[in-house]
Protein backbone atom coordinates (compact mmCIF):
# COMPACT_ATOMS: atom_id res chain seq x y z
CA UNK A 1 0.00 0.00 0.00
CA UNK A 2 2.55 2.47 0.43
CA UNK A 3 4.44 2.04 -2.59
CA UNK A 4 1.10 2.68 -4.50
CA UNK A 5 0.64 5.47 -2.85
CA UNK A 6 4.07 6.97 -3.71
CA UNK A 7 3.48 6.12 -7.38
CA UNK A 8 0.69 8.26 -7.10
CA UNK A 9 1.84 11.15 -5.66
CA UNK A 10 4.59 10.89 -8.23
CA UNK A 11 2.27 10.80 -11.33
CA UNK A 12 0.33 13.67 -9.21
CA UNK A 13 3.57 15.39 -9.38
CA UNK A 14 4.64 15.03 -12.82
CA UNK A 15 1.10 16.24 -14.06
CA UNK A 16 1.42 18.71 -12.14
CA UNK A 17 4.52 19.68 -13.54
CA UNK A 18 4.11 19.43 -17.32
CA UNK A 19 0.88 21.77 -16.59
CA UNK A 20 2.93 24.35 -15.10
CA UNK A 21 5.52 24.16 -17.15
CA UNK A 22 3.73 24.12 -20.53
CA UNK A 23 4.64 20.52 -21.80
CA UNK A 24 2.86 18.82 -24.36
CA UNK A 25 -0.66 17.76 -23.11
CA UNK A 26 -0.25 14.31 -24.61
CA UNK A 27 1.65 14.44 -21.49
CA UNK A 28 -0.88 14.69 -19.72
CA UNK A 29 -3.03 11.83 -21.36
CA UNK A 30 0.16 9.62 -20.62
CA UNK A 31 0.97 10.35 -17.43
CA UNK A 32 -2.69 9.45 -16.30
CA UNK A 33 -3.36 6.41 -18.19
CA UNK A 34 0.24 4.75 -18.27
CA UNK A 35 1.42 5.82 -15.10
CA UNK A 36 4.96 3.65 -14.24
CA UNK A 37 6.03 3.67 -18.05
CA UNK A 38 5.05 7.33 -18.94
CA UNK A 39 6.50 8.76 -15.77
CA UNK A 40 9.52 6.74 -17.24
CA UNK A 41 9.40 8.26 -20.41
CA UNK A 42 8.53 11.76 -18.88
CA UNK A 43 11.51 11.75 -17.22
CA UNK A 44 14.07 10.86 -19.93
CA UNK A 45 12.32 12.59 -22.69
CA UNK A 46 11.62 16.53 -20.62
CA UNK A 47 13.51 16.13 -17.03
CA UNK A 48 16.97 15.06 -17.84
CA UNK A 49 17.18 17.18 -20.75
CA UNK A 50 15.90 20.25 -18.92
CA UNK A 51 18.38 19.23 -15.73
CA UNK A 52 21.49 19.07 -18.06
CA UNK A 53 20.64 22.78 -19.39
CA UNK A 54 20.60 24.21 -16.13
CA UNK A 55 23.48 25.40 -13.71
CA UNK A 56 22.28 23.20 -10.87
CA UNK A 57 21.91 20.47 -13.58
CA UNK A 58 25.55 21.01 -15.07
CA UNK A 59 26.94 20.91 -11.85
CA UNK A 60 25.48 17.79 -10.57
CA UNK A 61 26.36 16.45 -13.87
CA UNK A 62 30.34 17.70 -13.33
CA UNK A 63 30.21 16.34 -9.84
CA UNK A 64 28.60 12.83 -10.83
CA UNK A 65 31.53 12.76 -13.50
CA UNK A 66 34.25 13.52 -11.26
CA UNK A 67 33.30 10.77 -8.85
CA UNK A 68 33.13 8.05 -11.72
CA UNK A 69 36.15 9.49 -13.30
CA UNK A 70 38.43 11.79 -11.37
CA UNK A 71 41.55 12.10 -13.19
CA UNK A 72 39.13 12.88 -16.40
CA UNK A 73 40.02 16.64 -16.42
CA UNK A 74 43.70 16.11 -15.35
CA UNK A 75 44.56 13.25 -18.33
CA UNK A 76 42.43 15.75 -20.57
CA UNK A 77 44.42 18.65 -19.86
CA UNK A 78 47.80 16.34 -20.07
CA UNK A 79 47.09 15.51 -23.45
CA UNK A 80 45.99 19.10 -25.05
CA UNK A 81 49.31 20.08 -23.81
CA UNK A 82 51.45 17.33 -25.33
CA UNK A 83 49.42 18.18 -29.03
CA UNK A 84 50.09 21.51 -28.02
CA UNK A 85 52.51 23.11 -25.37
CA UNK A 86 51.20 26.69 -24.91
CA UNK A 87 50.88 29.32 -22.31
CA UNK A 88 47.17 28.59 -22.25
CA UNK A 89 47.45 24.36 -22.37
CA UNK A 90 50.51 24.73 -19.57
CA UNK A 91 48.18 27.70 -17.28
CA UNK A 92 45.07 25.07 -17.69
CA UNK A 93 47.24 21.63 -16.93
CA UNK A 94 48.76 23.32 -14.08
CA UNK A 95 45.11 24.51 -12.09
CA UNK A 96 44.07 20.62 -13.33
CA UNK A 97 47.36 19.61 -10.88
CA UNK A 98 46.83 22.02 -7.99
CA UNK A 99 42.87 20.78 -7.82
CA UNK A 100 44.40 17.52 -7.33
CA UNK A 101 46.87 19.19 -4.89
CA UNK A 102 49.95 18.17 -7.07
CA UNK A 103 51.56 21.29 -6.49
CA UNK A 104 55.16 20.06 -7.08
CA UNK A 105 54.62 18.96 -10.40
CA UNK A 106 52.39 22.30 -10.96
CA UNK A 107 55.09 24.11 -10.25
CA UNK A 108 57.91 22.41 -12.23
CA UNK A 109 55.20 22.48 -15.96
CA UNK A 110 54.83 26.48 -15.07
CA UNK A 111 58.72 27.38 -14.36
CA UNK A 112 59.37 25.74 -17.80
CA UNK A 113 56.77 27.16 -19.41
CA UNK A 114 57.61 30.74 -18.05
CA UNK A 115 60.18 31.32 -20.99
CA UNK A 116 60.88 33.76 -23.60
CA UNK A 117 57.61 36.03 -24.22
CA UNK A 118 55.68 33.92 -21.50
CA UNK A 119 58.29 34.53 -18.72
CA UNK A 120 56.65 37.26 -16.86
CA UNK A 121 52.82 36.78 -17.98
CA UNK A 122 50.72 37.42 -15.02
CA UNK A 123 48.27 34.55 -15.32
CA UNK A 124 51.29 31.97 -15.33
CA UNK A 125 52.99 34.03 -12.27
CA UNK A 126 50.18 33.80 -10.00
CA UNK A 127 49.66 30.09 -10.55
CA UNK A 128 53.19 29.30 -9.54
CA UNK A 129 52.91 31.62 -6.72
CA UNK A 130 49.84 29.63 -6.11
CA UNK A 131 51.44 25.94 -6.55
CA UNK A 132 54.52 27.42 -3.85
CA UNK A 133 51.88 28.21 -1.47
CA UNK A 134 50.19 25.12 -1.71
CA UNK A 135 53.62 23.68 -1.59
CA UNK A 136 54.10 25.56 2.05
CA UNK A 137 57.09 27.21 0.10
CA UNK A 138 55.77 30.52 1.18
CA UNK A 139 59.30 32.94 0.78
CA UNK A 140 59.01 31.36 -2.67
CA UNK A 141 55.16 32.02 -3.29
CA UNK A 142 56.05 35.85 -1.60
CA UNK A 143 58.82 36.20 -4.18
CA UNK A 144 56.89 35.45 -7.45
CA UNK A 145 54.01 37.94 -5.87
CA UNK A 146 56.54 40.48 -5.43
CA UNK A 147 57.56 39.40 -9.22
CA UNK A 148 54.63 39.58 -10.59
CA UNK A 149 53.83 43.40 -8.99
CA UNK A 150 56.85 44.41 -10.58
CA UNK A 151 56.83 43.27 -13.86
CA UNK A 152 53.17 43.75 -13.98
CA UNK A 153 51.90 46.18 -12.03
CA UNK A 154 48.91 46.97 -13.77
CA UNK A 155 47.64 43.18 -13.35
CA UNK A 156 47.46 42.91 -9.77
CA UNK A 157 44.42 41.62 -8.31
CA UNK A 158 42.61 40.91 -4.92
CA UNK A 159 42.79 37.11 -4.77
CA UNK A 160 46.70 38.07 -5.32
CA UNK A 161 46.81 40.24 -2.73
CA UNK A 162 45.07 38.03 -0.48
CA UNK A 163 47.26 35.23 -1.11
CA UNK A 164 50.05 37.86 -0.33
CA UNK A 165 48.71 38.52 2.99
CA UNK A 166 48.36 34.93 3.54
CA UNK A 167 51.99 33.94 2.32
CA UNK A 168 53.32 36.39 4.57
CA UNK A 169 50.93 34.89 7.80
CA UNK A 170 52.34 31.34 7.16
CA UNK A 171 56.00 33.08 6.74
CA UNK A 172 55.51 34.47 10.67
CA UNK A 173 55.36 38.17 9.61
CA UNK A 174 52.29 38.96 11.39
CA UNK A 175 52.26 42.63 11.39
CA UNK A 176 52.78 43.02 7.85
CA UNK A 177 49.74 39.93 7.38
CA UNK A 178 47.61 42.72 9.70
CA UNK A 179 48.71 45.53 7.66
CA UNK A 180 47.68 43.47 3.95
CA UNK A 181 44.38 42.24 5.59
CA UNK A 182 43.22 45.89 6.61
CA UNK A 183 43.73 47.13 3.33
CA UNK A 184 41.85 43.82 2.03
CA UNK A 185 39.26 44.80 3.99
CA UNK A 186 38.64 47.71 2.49
CA UNK A 187 37.48 46.77 -1.23
CA UNK A 188 37.74 42.45 -1.44
CA UNK A 189 34.15 41.07 -2.65
CA UNK A 190 33.95 39.10 0.36
CA UNK A 191 34.34 38.42 3.79
CA UNK A 192 37.61 36.19 3.40
CA UNK A 193 40.29 39.09 4.84
CA UNK A 194 37.79 40.78 7.55
CA UNK A 195 37.74 37.00 9.02
CA UNK A 196 41.55 36.71 9.01
CA UNK A 197 42.29 39.73 10.34
CA UNK A 198 39.34 39.16 13.27
CA UNK A 199 41.42 35.93 13.94
CA UNK A 200 44.65 37.65 13.94
CA UNK A 201 43.68 40.45 15.94
CA UNK A 202 41.68 37.74 18.45
CA UNK A 203 45.36 35.52 18.64
CA UNK A 204 47.47 39.69 19.44
CA UNK A 205 44.98 40.10 22.52
CA UNK A 206 42.44 42.80 20.92
CA UNK A 207 39.34 40.80 21.23
CA UNK A 208 37.23 43.78 21.14
CA UNK A 209 38.60 44.74 17.68
CA UNK A 210 37.97 41.50 16.20
CA UNK A 211 34.37 41.16 17.19
CA UNK A 212 34.05 44.47 15.93
CA UNK A 213 34.92 43.26 12.18
CA UNK A 214 33.11 39.72 13.17
CA UNK A 215 29.64 41.58 13.44
CA UNK A 216 30.41 44.28 10.39
CA UNK A 217 30.71 40.66 8.60
CA UNK A 218 27.67 39.25 9.57
CA UNK A 219 25.75 42.97 9.31
CA UNK A 220 26.79 42.49 5.60
CA UNK A 221 25.76 39.31 4.71
CA UNK A 222 22.07 40.21 6.52
CA UNK A 223 21.20 42.33 3.49
CA UNK A 224 23.07 40.06 1.05
CA UNK A 225 21.94 37.59 -1.32
CA UNK A 226 21.98 34.29 -1.60
CA UNK A 227 24.27 33.59 -3.62
CA UNK A 228 26.70 35.58 -1.26
CA UNK A 229 25.89 33.41 1.34
CA UNK A 230 26.54 30.34 -0.50
CA UNK A 231 29.91 31.72 -2.05
CA UNK A 232 31.23 32.83 1.53
CA UNK A 233 29.33 29.94 4.06
CA UNK A 234 32.67 29.15 5.42
CA UNK A 235 33.28 32.95 6.60
CA UNK A 236 30.00 33.51 7.40
CA UNK A 237 29.87 31.10 9.56
CA UNK A 238 32.93 32.01 11.41
CA UNK A 239 31.44 35.23 12.13
CA UNK A 240 28.68 33.97 14.04
CA UNK A 241 30.89 31.45 15.61
CA UNK A 242 32.82 33.99 17.01
CA UNK A 243 30.73 37.38 16.93
Same mark, same amino acid.
Given at each position: ???? $????????????????????????? $??????????????????????????????????????????????????????????????????? =??????????????????????????????????????????? %?????????????????????? =?????????????????????????????????????????????????? %? =?????????????????? =????? $????????
Amino acid at each position: MPFF $ILSILIQLALVVHAIKTGRNSSWIF $ILLFFPLIGGLAYLIVELLPAMGQSRSGQRVRRNVSRTLNPDRDVREAAQNFSVASTAANALMLAEQ =LMEKKAYAEAAELLEHSMKGIHATDPELMLALARARFGMRDYP %ACLNSLDDLKHHNPQSTTADGH =LLYARALEKAGKINEARAEYQALVGYYPGPEPACRLARLLAAGGDVAASK %A =LYQNVLETSRVSGRHYHQ =LHKRW $IQMARDQA
